[in-house]
């Protein structure tokens, strides 16, 4: 059985629900992502929905994938240092040259290193204290600069390394075009080089990260291909040089479904760094972590808890049970839980986890992983049927925004459309109504009457309105959301698919011309075949309700073949719940 916070009508399709999350938290900077607990054994899944956190020009911020657990941002910043070869912080990073091993690097490349370093330290400050455009006016100068030298004829690892810390800022700006642009570039000069120039792995090791952010994932690995050759050539195949264009490597593998091999690479990172550094060592806390999160995408949630169990051990002897970061690291091992279908021993998990973090002042109260810890937290006492409990988080969560960013702050919205949904679970449809006009009133304070994020509230509202049995306002509100998703969206979009069924139910109670809510429930099966396939349940359900509005309307011949259909995918989804 399936249970959600996010309550629609009975014929409204859920998945299209998140299809629309997914599309809006992607083209809008206010839309709203979805964090999902699954309990296995429970068989049931609860969505609560958080607004995403603001990108943030950091170190890098060379983010490929995003993982589940809570832990995350911890091993998201040891990433990014591994990820940088000139980071001090992180002796993984190729702050050296190639020839390391067999030559002392001369004076010269230290020096130009150095203005590497210096170059890319006044960008970051210049981010750091607003000065955007000013940092994007440096470093196109220096583009103008190296475009000089390469059009003259100079197309060396000076030129190559230059175009990388440009590229590098530009990521930290957060202005892709530019990286995407600059990249193509820099890989015409590096295709040229040989394998031995100095700071060579640096680079690679950096487009390859730049690639994968772009989504480029052919290119990435092809780079990441060529530099572990190189540094396998000089280092030996054990070397802890190869650990970061490895985890690199094993990111995208897990990103492009390659998850065999994926696991392949992360064990072989860890046996080198166990080799290395010793079996207790906090840099395995990486690799351990991609691991342990791939082994749970591909539901081997048992194997993953013994990883997520030892990042703990790790954290627990370097740090100690009171420090901030093992909190973090209790809030995976929750995770885990969950996965396992174990829902109590995950709470109390969770419950120490926010503790622990809180007495330790390892982060502010507003910061956005401990909103999301208490949302991940209430979305399970809300799974587990200890919804007063869930709200009282929920509650927790929006008190903190209204205090440090103002009551009619849009980040308030997610929190506000949570607890009305929790309460509508609840069947408490008057309080849901008075949380969910608070926060339409709110977005439409913040964004343009036709902005499609405004449309999450709105039907929100309609739909509980429906159940307050006030379909006249339920209808107008749901053609509303039709009218703004359609121009948004396309016709044919599941956002579109999700107004239409919703506007189906209420339409269906108000009495509508039955051939009218047929032909809308015929858009929704050709959205739904598209979207999830011609023999998926969702169709299934929407054949259901077709027959019975061809019976209805005395369309024999038309039925028939419909209830053909159905029947087959009847037995089908029968045979697959006996398994």
Known sequence: MAVSLLHHPPLTNQRITQAFVDLNSRSLQRGITCFSICLQKQKCSIELYMIPTTTVARHWMLKTFASAGSLNAEVECQENQISSGFSTSNDFGRSKTVADS???????????????????????????????????????????????????????????????????????????KSVGFILNKLDEVVERLTDDEPLLDSVLIHMGSMYSALGKFEKSMLVYQRVIAILERIHGKGSAFLVSPLLGMA?????????????????????ILESSRGAESKDLVVPLSGLGNLLIKEGRATDAESLFNRILSIYKESYGEYDGRFGMALCSVAHVKCATGNAEEAINLYRKALQVIKDADYMA??????????????????????GNEGRELLEECLLITEKYKGKDHPSSVTHLINLATSYSQSKNYVQAERL?????????????????????????????????????????????????????????????????????????????????????????LKIQE????????????????????????GRKDEKFSMQKRLSVLRMKYNQMMQY
Do not use: W
Not at 121 to 148: P, R
Not at 156 to 173: F, H, Q, R, S, V
Not at 251 to 271: C, M, N, P
Not at 493 to 506: H, N, R, T, Y
């Open 102 to 176: 067999s030559s002392k690097p001369s004076d010269g490349v230290k020096d130009f290193e150095r203005q590497l370093q210096e170059l890319f330290d006044e960008v970051k400050m210049m981010i750091k204290m607003g000065n955007k455009n000013d940092a994007m006016d440096l470093l196109q100068a220096n583009y103008e600069f190296v475009k000089e030298q390469i059009n003259a004829g100079s197309s060396g690892i000076e030129e190559a390394a230059t175009l990388d810390i440009i590229a590098l800022g530009y990521m930290a700006i957060g202005d892709l």
């Open 251 to 271: 990111k995208i593998l897990g990103s492009i479904g390659k998850a065999t091999k994926a696991i392949e690479v992360y064990q072989r990172v860890i046996s």
């Open 365 to 386: 109260v507003d910061d956005s992983i401990m909103e999301r810890m208490r949302i991940d937290l209430a979305e399970l006492l809300h799974v587990v049927g200890r």
């Open 436 to 524: 969910l006009r608070t926060s339409l009133e709110i977005m439409m304070k913040s964004v343009r009457p036709d902005d499609s994020s405004i449309t999450f509230p709105m039907l929100h509202l309609a739909v509980t309105l429906y159940r307050l049995n006030q379909d006249e306002e339920a209808e107008q509100l749901t053609l509303e959301v039709l009218h703004i998703r359609e121009k948004a969206f396309g016709k044919d979009s599941l956002p579109v698919g999700e107004a239409l069924d919703c506007l189906v139910s209420i339409q269906t109670r108000l009495g509508k011309p039955e051939a009218e809510l047929l032909d809308l429930l015929k858009q929704v």
């Open 530 to 553: 598209k979207e999830f396939g011609y023999e998926s349940e969702e169709v299934m359900r929407t054949l259901k309700k077709i027959v019975f509005y061809l019976d209805k309307t």
